[in-house]
Nanobody, 118 residues
């Protein structure tokens, strides 16, 4: 039984910061690629950031330089540090764990709301 539990969302003003956490259980965390996705009403789910088992990172262009993804394998946790938040960052953010071998594991958290507004 696999669980991904996100935390850290909330309401912040433009220019503010949030740190999202995703705690994983039921997987060999260190061998999974971890990612953060976001989704707003009327739009497809979007990959925001990802980090591989060997710490290679990827960011979508709109967050590059503002967001940082990291992982702590000892804690089975992936983080998304979000700085200089903008209203267009408002979305439900989802944690994802994906096995390198396709078909052996692809799991999602329940999502956490991030709202950026004055």
């Amino acid at each position: 039984q696999v669980q991904l539990v996100e935390s850290g969302g909330g309401l912040v003003q433009p220019g503010g910061s949030l740190r999202l956490s995703c705690a994983a259980s039921g997987i060999i965390f260190s061998i999974y690629t971890m990612g953060w996705y976001r989704q707003v009403p009327g739009k497809q789910r979007e990959l925001v950031a990802a980090i591989s088992s060997h710490d290679t990172t990827h960011y979508t262009d709109s967050v590059k330089g503002r967001f940082t993804i990291s992982r702590d394998n000892a804690k089975n946790t992936v983080y998304l540090q979000m700085n200089n938040l903008k209203p267009e960052d408002t979305a439900v953010y989802y944690c994802n764990a994906k096995a390198v071998v396709i078909g052996t594991g692809d799991y999602w958290g329940q999502g956490t709301q991030v709202s950026v507004s004055s």
